[in-house]
């Protein structure tokens, strides 16, 4: 049945630029394209949904059809609501945990030793590989012990005591896995004179989107909406994320994609570099130690999409002794649960075959980006360490070792 | 010049001609069809391909209703790949006659039309688009009808059974033989070649050209050619066909149409000098994107792809000159009584819905002039594509390897004849046109089996050209098909390409604003910033002239 | 945030006044919709091809001169004809160092051909569309292969020959045509009848097959001395492939633009990204500029779609938005308005004035003629009528010259942008 809430495909004139500019299409001939996915073949499925490509399910969602569209077609959102709006219901037990992040953390971190031991001995890969399509030689994070919020409700006070705050949505990767990016997100505003307030419902909803858990994200979506509204009201603060594709999904996703309504938090929502550069620009510039390191920075495809890289870059070169070369705006293919599938994990390690060999040319020390899937993409397919943009910075304060 | 002898003559292409040719063909009589444009090219081709459950008709012209509802249910078996069986509903708006949905009802019942009242609420989840402020609403059997595939069909079906077909062939003169018409000198438009054709009838299925035609052979005819205009939606805005529930007036019906929507018609009488260029005006586009977003809200959203109109065939019945006794029915018309020729009888008036019965009406005349031919069967034999249902789901898995949006699209187009054009060789299924899914094979079978001479006849045999782009890589692409598969010279192709932008240009104008604009002015750069093409000179076309 | 000169508009005029612009160290944030219109383009820069009766303008500088001062409201009366000859070589100069050498026949215009076999004047050319051996071999009357990918949708060489054969310039010249095969991509799932141009590119960019090419070309070529093919000779490194292709094949390698997307703009619209990024320019893509907050004459700020509640604000503007196609215009059922400030624009009330009643006019499209409104200085006015002082507006957004009948867009594009430059760069100083 039809339903008109994105009817974004009519403004395609069909110059089909975004299809030169799709990572996937030129990876693999599985995929026709956006073009042909989003809006051509649209209009087909509001005529009869019998339509349907199985191949727009190659889409890794990164849309950069979208920031090559004249036309302002809305071409990822086409696809991926498509993805649910058309095909039955996943039943794979893989996908469900793929998309469920937030329950998977918060099971794993009680045992986490046990969950990162057991998921890198080989029979337990063979296994998910036979048993759950999760191909074998990809790795997976490492869980933390406890949570971040855990760690956060000691240091509540201390923070809620400066006097401008600001509302840290830490997103399931910090939460679960990752706590020390969580402090270094701390650090660097506490040195800045804010005061950080976690503020963290649930999951933001990428891998319940991408796995078609459309309703769940949507109810995901609306708590955090409400909840990180009613934080940053009463704070008069504004409100932060430091991944990437977390502020993508609370900014544009939900607005676009889920169409729900956002403008609650919409203006006051900044992914964290725009908001450190910002408040550099006006003056508010820590001191910061030099790290002599040579790094290659890389910009995630949404982070790309909002806009958003050239704060990351005026930020990271503020660090004293930084080397940074930045990498050709590439994807890494990994598209969040998207290279955990094995159906596409060859397509996924062929689109960031190009910023692979691009990192290995420049050889850093370390590389930088601001995606924590792109960061396990690139350890897992390079020798290379990688970074968030906010722990150089954290490390440049507290003139910690990288 | 060539010379041809046969047992019937039907002259015009549309799909009264074409049912007509059909019709003589499944009785064995030998017969030759002469178009002098395309077939359905002409009013067949231009009306919003409503398959009319006579519901429209009910309450003013019972026996149009009658003869619409009958035809309505043999048509949905003989040709159910030219056809959609969406189903449509009569709304009322709140400005509308209140009485007229009581009448409605009734007089369907008269006409034997199912007329059900459904709750406000189970249309809108029928049709979510619809004017949520809708009084009432009813179902009817409407769907939808494809006129170029129906017309397409008949032709086909014919020529698998021996007739003969000319397309882009004029008839300049028909030749008299005394008291009787004898047959028609024709010259090809495109070769130039002329053509004599003889036989013992010609029928006359040339609408609203026949007026024309028939003071050739000295025969007063008189036609009232009334305008009707159409907008074009880029994308379907509605599933069924939505009919406003009032006495007819302009911008009543919004038609689904394939893959897009049309919205209808206007009515304006226009000169019979003037019926071949005519043009969609300011005003009738205006009142159809009012009375269309009255019923459809979402309408004044849409890019308006196209405008065009078509020319409804009112004639004079009994000789009267004189216009007040107007036929909306079918007049059928033996000129060897009515004025003393022979050979000679025209078939005209009606509508597309009746154009079998019309076929049948001038094939029995016919038959009983040339004492031969059985008994007419078209209302029992499927027309080629429509032998079986095929279902999509076991198609697809047929065809494995090729997307569903290309063998749904090609199946929707052909039916069951989509064996005759997809096969997995990958040539086969390059897409060509890629708003309408048309194939490089859906191609090569139209340039050898359906009569294709130009783009535009392409066009109408498989969509080509009819998406939001309007052809602006398609039709290079399809210009350089017909050179590889012989089916013409690099230079008639050249020619064809520019006949073709020409032709979308006509309807594209009338409603150049907003995302239709920026799609011309990309598809003008292309073909002129990009091609040169408005500089190629034809001059073996000239030297032809 | 606050930069020295935001351009909205990421496309020849916008990035050729960006260069400039930051190559004298001032800050400058390109912000682009999406991709420009030169991944529809030529490749070629034009300059003035036709005059008003459609005539081939020879040498377009001179014909310019006298141009300028009768139609003192086309773009490049505003320019000066001096400057848009500067503009002119400062861009061939700025692309040069990113590797993408133009080529001109000196003062005067030279002929490209066209998809349709048809010849198209311009001024710069890239060296596989233009250079002196190609004037040479050609003024030779040497034999011309026009070769195709077997299955390629795009091209089709048997209609553009016919159109070639016919025009004067290549009496005399012998021209074929000719077939060569996609080299075994070891993909299986690829269906190479729907190859577009840069997938073609691509293959060539891997270099890997770049022998099996070219030996299928000097064999399809059969004795031509050049293989005209359709524009594909790679993106990232196509001087090197197309040096190549002619040691290996012997042959001038001719490259002919197609359908879009176009090879040879995308290789102009890569060097000119790539050389303002070279000097700190920032480029902002995907984002759209939704309005802007003007105070007495001056523009302070802009905001954008994904800028949420923050401001761009700078000390001088430009607004490069192109036409329709970009956005830069919007029509409406019955009038024309500029969509981020609503500028006054020069139009026609009567929408059945805006367009020709021909597909083809001789005279061409009206609605290819309308824009905004400025001074001598580039300035647009609001709808009430104030001038804008540090807006500048450029390209093809702007009235009263016609693109495609003049054959003037690349020209118009680069000049203009270039005068916007100057403009701001004589304000500050």
């Not at chain 1, 219901?89 to 045992?111: C, I, Q």
Request: net charge positive; glycine share 8%; proline share 4%.
């Amino acid at each position: 049945m039809i339903r008109l809430q994105n009817i974004s495909f009519d403004h395609c004139i069909k110059c089909t630029v975004c299809t030169v500019y799709c990572p996937v299409a030129r990876a693999t001939h599985h995929f026709p394209g956006p073009k042909q996915s989003g809006p051509d073949t649209e209009r087909l499925r509001i005529k009869s949904p019998e339509l349907l490509d199985e191949s727009l399910k190659y889409c890794t969602n990164c849309k950069r059809c979208e920031i090559a569209c004249p036309s302002n077609v809305k071409i990822a959102d086409i696809i991926q609501s498509s993805k649910w709006r058309y095909f039955k219901k996943s039943l794979r037990p893989r996908d469900f945990f793929l998309a469920h992040t937030d329950l998977m953390g918060s099971v794993a971190t009680r045992a986490s030793l046990l969950v990162n031991f057991f998921i890198k001995l080989p029979p337990v890969k063979l296994f998910l590989d036979l048993f759950f399509r999760i191909p074998s030689e990809r790795r997976f994070p490492k869980y933390a012990r406890g949570s971040f919020l855990a760690w956060y409700k000691k240091h509540r006070a201390e923070q809620e005591a400066f006097a401008e705050r600001a509302v840290y949505f830490p997103g399931c990767y910090v939460n679960y896995n990752n706590h020390e990016l969580g402090k270094d997100v701390v650090t660097v505003l506490n040195a800045m004179n804010i005061g950080v307030i976690v503020s963290y419902e649930k999951c933001c909803g990428v891998p319940l989107i991408a796995n078609g858990y459309i309703d769940r994200a949507r109810k995901n979506a609306l708590l955090n909406i409400n909840s990180l509204a009613a934080s940053a009201a009463e704070s008069g603060a504004r409100i932060i994320s430091a991944s990437s594709s977390c502020s993508f999904a609370l900014k544009h996703e939900y607005r676009n994609l889920l169409e729900l309504d956002n403008s609650a938090i919409f203006d006051s929502l900044d992914y964290i570099t725009r908001f450190i550069h910002e408040r550099f620009l006006k003056g508010n510039l820590p001191e910061l130690k030099p790290v002599r390191l040579r790094a290659a920075y890389h910009s995630p495809c949404h982070l790309e999409r909002m806009g958003g890289v050239m704060n990351t870059i005026e930020v990271l070169k503020k660090i004293p002794g930084l080397d940074l070369t930045i990498l050709h705006s590439e994807c890494c293919g990994i598209a969040g649960t998207y290279g955990f599938k094995k159906e596409y994990y060859r397509v996924s390690q062929k689109v960031g075959a190009e910023l692979f060999k691009r990192i290995e040319r420049a050889d850093p020390q370390i590389v930088i980006t601001d995606c924590e899937t792109c960061k396990w993409q690139i350890e897992m397919s390079t020798p290379y360490r990688v970074e968030h943009p906010v722990t150089v910075l954290a490390r440049s304060i507290d003139g910690g070792k990288l | 010049m060539r010379r041809i002898e046969t047992e019937a003559i039907v002259i015009g292409g549309g799909a009264t001609g074409a049912g007509t040719l059909r019709d003589l063909s499944l009785r064995g009589v030998r017969a030759v069809l002469i178009e002098k444009s395309d077939i359905a090219s002409g009013t067949t081709g231009r009306n919003h391909g409503l398959l009319h459950s006579g519901a429209r008709y009910a309450v003013n012209d019972l026996e149009s209703a009658r003869e619409c509802i009958s035809e309505n249910r043999i048509l949905k078996k003989i040709a159910r790949h030219c056809i959609e069986d969406t189903g449509g509903l009569f709304v009322t708006l709140p400005e509308d006659d209140p009485s007229y949905h009581g009448k409605l009802i009734e007089h369907c019942r008269y006409a034997g039309i199912r007329c059900e009242e459904i709750g406000v609420r189970e249309a809108l989840r029928m049709e979510p688009n619809l004017n949520p402020e809708i009084l009432s609403a009813l179902r009817v059997p409407d769907g939808t009808i494809d006129p170029f595939r129906l017309t397409s069909a008949n032709v086909l079906d014919a020529q698998e059974r021996g007739a003969s077909v000319f397309t882009h062939t004029e008839v300049e003169e028909i030749l008299r033989d005394g008291d009787r018409a004898a047959g028609v000198r024709c010259r090809d438009r495109l070769t130039g070649e002329k053509i004599e054709i003889y036989a013992g009838i010609i029928v006359n299925a040339s609408g609203v050209w026949g007026q024309r035609l028939s003071a050739s052979a000295g025969i007063e005819l008189r036609m009232f050619p009334s305008k009707g205009s159409m907008l074009i939606i880029d994308y379907r805005i509605n599933n069924k066909v939505v009919n406003r529930c009032r006495v007819p007036s302009d911008g009543d019906i919004i038609v689904p149409g394939d893959t897009v929507s049309l919205i209808g018609t206007t009515s304006k009488k226009v000169d019979y000098d003037r019926i071949d260029e005519i043009t969609v005006d300011d005003d009738e586009i205006a009142t159809l994107l009012e009375s269309g977003e009255k019923l459809i809200p979402s309408v004044s959203r849409a890019r308006v792809l196209r405008a065009y109109c078509g020319v409804r065939p009112l004639i004079a019945v009994s000789g009267e000159m004189d216009g007040r006794e107007i036929s909306r029915g079918i007049v059928l018309i033996d000129h060897e009584k009515r004025d003393a020729v022979g050979g000679l009888i025209t078939i005209a008036g009606g509508k597309l819905m009746t154009y079998r019965l019309m076929a049948e009406m001038a094939a029995d005349l016919a038959c009983a002039k040339l004492k031969a031919g059985k008994k007419c069967r078209t209302h029992r034999t499927p027309l080629p594509g429509s032998e079986r249902r095929v279902d999509q789901a076991r198609s697809v898995k047929f065809f494995t390897g090729i997307p569903n949006s290309v063998v749904g699209s090609t199946l929707y187009r052909h039916g069951h004849r989509i064996r005759n054009i997809l096969h997995r060789e990958k040539r086969n299924y390059g897409l060509i046109c890629e708003c309408e899914m048309v194939t490089e094979g859906e191609i090569e079978y139209a340039l050898k089996k359906l009569n294709v001479r130009d783009i535009v006849d392409l066009r109408r045999r498989t969509r080509i050209g009819m998406g939001p782009c309007q052809g602006q890589l398609c039709a290079y692409r399809a210009a350089g098909l017909f050179v590889k598969y012989d089916s013409a010279t690099s230079d008639e192709s050249n020619k064809m390409l520019v006949d073709f932008l020409e032709e979308r240009w006509k309807g594209i104008k009338p409603v150049l604003w907003g995302d239709a604009l920026r799609e011309v002015e990309f598809g003008y750069w292309i073909y002129q910033g990009l091609f040169g093409l408005g500089d190629v000179r034809f001059e073996e076309e000239a030297e032809k002239r | 945030m606050r930069y020295d000169c935001v351009i909205i508009g990421g496309g020849l005029s916008g990035l050729t006044c960006g260069i400039r612009l930051a190559e004298t160290g001032a800050s400058v944030a390109v912000i682009s919709t999406g991709m420009s219109a030169l991944h529809f383009s030529s490749g070629s820069i034009d300059l003035f091809g036709y005059n008003g009766e459609g005539r081939t303008v020879y040498r377009p500088f001179e014909f310019l001169d006298e141009f300028v001062g009768s139609n003192p409201r086309h773009p490049y009366a505003l320019c000066g004809a001096r400057q848009v000859r500067e503009a002119l070589f400062y861009f061939r100069g700025q692309l040069d160092l990113e590797g993408i050498e133009l080529y001109n026949n000196d003062e005067s215009n030279h002929f490209h051909v066209t998809t349709l076999g048809t010849l198209k004047p311009t001024f710069f050319s890239q060296r596989s569309v233009f250079n002196e051996k190609i004037r040479l071999a050609f003024e030779k009357k040497s034999m011309i292969a026009a070769l195709n990918f077997e299955g390629y949708r795009d091209f089709y060489p048997e209609l553009a020959v016919i159109n070639l054969r016919r025009n004067v310039l290549f009496r005399n010249i012998e021209i074929i045509t000719g077939k060569i095969v996609y080299p075994d991509y070891g993909d299986p799932q690829r269906n190479p009848f729907e190859y577009r141009s840069v997938d073609i590119a691509r293959i060539f960019d891997t270099e890997r097959y770049l022998e099996e090419l070219a030996v299928q070309i000097r064999n399809a070529a059969s004795g031509a001395a050049f293989a005209a093919m359709p524009a594909f000779l790679g993106i990232s490194n196509f001087k090197r492939h197309h040096k190549l292709l002619q040691e290996l094949t012997g042959l001038l390698i001719y490259e002919i633009p197609t359908l879009p997307p176009s090879i040879l703009g995308m290789r102009i619209d890569n060097a000119l990204k790539s050389r303002f990024a070279s000097l700190g320019g920032v480029y902002i893509a995907g984002d759209t500029v939704t309005g802007g907050s003007i105070s007495g004459e001056r523009l302070e700020s802009v905001v954008t779609e994904n800028g949420g509640g923050s401001a761009l604000s700078a000390g001088s503007f430009v607004l490069a938005t192109g036409s329709f196609f970009s956005g830069g215009l919007v029509s409406e059922f019955s009038r024309v308005r500029e969509p981020v400030l609503d500028l006054k624009v020069y139009s026609d009330a009567e929408r059945s004035r805006w367009y020709a009643p021909e597909f083809f006019p001789r005279r061409g499209h009206p609605f290819l003629e309308y824009g905004v409104e400025t001074d001598e200085r580039l300035n647009p006015k609001t709808g009430d009528g104030r001038r804008v002082k540090n807006l500048y507006c450029t390209g093809a957004l702007l009235p009263y010259y016609n693109p495609i009948k003049e054959g003037s867009g690349g020209g118009v594009a680069v000049s203009t942008g270039y005068r916007a430059a100057e403009l701001i760069l004589e304000g500050n100083s």
